[in-house]
């Protein structure tokens, strides 16, 4: 991995913050007939992939939905292979991030999980938290209604509620705008997912699965988004 540019340097293309909902590991599994774990194993890859070339590319901070709050619906079996890939992936990676300047942020209601995986992320967010690079956000247990919920409340504590107050309390409060929301498989919607941060964000559906997400269509996603005209609700 190049260097990485610091936390608000802006990129010549102007993305500074995408978010990107990784759809489709379980398709990718059933057309191959293997079972839904080797497609979240390979989603884990892509998301290697992806965090390497978002660095290199520029990007100051990269959002991916993990984990949602409505996941934990799928089988027993399922979750727990997640759960064991999420901690794979923050052991074997971990190095990686701390030698490239990289800051991993977590988002959502980590406290359902595991003592051992609570023990892991706040272990991964202490070793980068000094990084001024890229900051790689992971969104766990994480749902957007209830994350401007605990919002409101928490402008309300202090005073009036008003959208910069709401703002102040997001999760991501810290984060640059959020500029693109890419996702793939073809599913066109949010689910649940950065609404409040979305509200003039770009979006871009793309029908590949998310195991096969690369590089390049990271690239042709970018140059997309220097050719919107972003209006803001001017004209």
């Known amino acids: 991995m190049s260097a990485v540019p610091a936390l608000g340097d802006e990129p010549r293309h102007g993305l500074r913050h995408l978010a990107i909902i990784m759809d489709g590991n379980g398709r990718w599994a059933k057309r191959r ?7 979240h194993q390979r989603g884990v890859e892509a998301v290697r992939r992806t965090v390497r070339a978002a660095a290199e590319l520029g990007l100051s901070a990269l959002t991916l939905y993990a984990f949602s709050t409505e996941n934990w619906r799928r089988p027993e079996d399922e979750v727990s292979a997640l759960m064991g890939l999420l901690k794979h992936f923050i052991l074997s ?6 030698a490239n ?5 977590i988002i959502g209601d980590t406290s359902a999980f595991s003592s051992e995986i609570i023990g892991l992320i706040d272990h991964a967010r202490s070793r980068t938290a000094d990084n001024t690079g890229m900051v790689m956000t992971v969104a766990l247990n994480y749902g957007s209604q209830d994350e401007i919920a605990r919002a409101a409340r928490a402008a309300a504590a202090k005073g009036e509620i008003t959208a910069e ?3 102040a309390e997001l999760d991501t409060a810290d984060l640059p705008p959020l500029d693109l929301i890419i996702r793939t498989s073809g599913e066109v919607r949010l689910s649940n997912f950065l609404m409040w941060q979305a509200a003039y964000a770009e979006m871009l ?3 590949v699965l998310w195991p096969d997400f690369g590089r390049e269509h990271l690239e042709a996603a970018i140059e997309e988004y220097a050719r919107r005209e972003r209006r803001f609700g001017g004209r």
């Open 165 to 167: 107050a709401i703002s």
């Open 205 to 207: 559906f793309l029908d």
């Open 93 to 98: 990676d971990l190095d990686e991030f701390a």
């Open 101 to 105: 300047n990289i800051r991993l942020k």
């Open 33 to 39: 007939h293997m079972p839904r774990v080797l497609g």
